[in-house]
């Protein structure tokens, strides 16, 4: 029993990044909630059968963000799934990945792990502030779950208390699931699709969701996670995307954010992946557009707990090269220029600009020494 409550309390915990993006797309861009919680599911459970490790799955974060901003269609959005998909398949098949992962040192990494930490904990006040005392009621359960009542997962008295919270909200308007309805994007929608979504998304992706993720993965996980390399991960998620975006679903990825989030709130194996997957197939098949209504009565001050908590977390794997100048220097710089702008992708080049030109200097000097 306890090992399963663990399970649970992993499973779930990564809903505050996963949950708001998927109703702002069914809202605003017109998705079909089947398709989209029920593509969810199934690459929940795929991707934890193949890595043996409960993989995070999110909205493509950047691509949506834009998507919602501009209220582009579902169709446009679609076509960009399908085609970062593809894009994703032929560095991974041919081994560009590996080859554009290897120029990226450690103090790169850890400034967009940072960076990314920072960008959450951001992003969890709007959150907090539009449910203030729930905000504050959860925060000190979580705080007496970790340090004090260490033998119950944090999450779990959580979980209750948002359930109970929404039940008093939700609207059944509809059961069972919204026809699904399979397309091939035309040419027009896939243009559209790759100038306004792709480009903005494809260097953060590479960076966050495949770069940062190996490295997150080996960190929390170790040798548990040798599936989880530079051709893998791209990989898995070039099939989600080109699958998922043919039958409605939204444009995925696995982040290193996701990641931490299941493993700090208990997901220790791939169980958590399981749970989390059938729930969101469950929800899909089950209810239909109430989904939609299930999810937007979570709480919003338990979602934003829940992403400050992960913020912080992903923050302190800085701690490692705490003593080295340099590489802090670089981090530092990746992770407040992407703070800032609200883009990792210009911190994270700027980055790998500064690594390498601290190299040259370095080169330099022991040549003119020499």
């Known amino acids: 029993m306890k090992s399963i409550l663990w399970d649970i309390s992993g499973a779930f915990g990564d809903i505050g990044v996963l949950f708001p993006i998927a109703i702002a797309l069914v809202a ?6 089947t398709a989209l919680f029920l593509m969810a599911g199934l690459f929940y459970i795929l991707s934890a059968f193949y890595f043996k490790v409960t993989m995070p799955v999110q909205p493509l974060k950047a691509m949506s963000a834009i998507a919602i901003a501009t209220g582009l269609n579902y169709e446009i959005i679609n076509a960009a799934g399908i085609t970062m998909g593809i894009i994703l398949l032929i560095i991974a098949i041919s081994g560009l990945s590996i080859r554009l992962g290897s120029i990226f040192p450690v103090s790169v990494v850890r400034g967009i792990q940072l960076g990314l930490g920072m960008i959450l904990v951001k992003r969890s006040l709007s959150f907090i502030n539009n449910d203030l005392y729930i905000a504050i009621s959860v925060g000190i359960l979580l705080v007496l779950g970790i340090f004090l009542i260490k033998r119950i997962p944090p999450l779990i008295p959580i979980l209750i208390l948002g359930i109970a919270i929404s039940l008093k909200k939700i609207e059944m308007t509809s059961v069972g699931p919204v026809p699904l ?8 929608n896939l243009w559209k699709g790759f100038i306004l979504l792709v480009i903005p998304q494809i260097a953060l992706t590479f960076g966050n969701a ?5 490295a997150t993965a080996k960190l929390l996980y170790g040798k548990k996670a040798e599936r989880l390399n530079l051709k893998n991960i791209p990989l898995s998620m070039g099939i989600a995307n080109v699958v998922s975006g043919i039958f409605g679903g939204a444009p995925m990825c696995h982040g290193s954010g996701g990641l931490t989030a299941h493993c700090k709130f208990g997901a220790t194996s791939e169980r958590s992946g399981y749970i989390i997957g059938v729930t969101l197939i469950l929800l899909a098949l089950l209810l239909g557009n109430s989904a939609l209504s299930m999810i937007a009565a979570f709480p919003e001050g338990i979602l934003g707990i829940l992403l400050c908590y992960v913020g912080i977390q992903h923050s302190l794997f800085i701690k490692d090269i705490l003593n080295d100048r340099q590489a802090m220097t670089i981090a530092l710089m990746v992770a407040i220029l992407g703070f800032m702008t609200g883009n990792l992708t210009a911190g994270f080049i700027s980055g790998i600009a500064m690594h390498y030109s601290f190299e040259t200097i370095t080169r330099t000097i022991e040549y003119l020494k020499e």
């Open 210 to 214: 495949i770069v940062a993720t190996e």
């Open 181 to 188: 309805k399979p397309l091939i994007p035309d040419i027009d």
């Open 28 to 33: 605003k861009n017109g998705f079909n909630p």
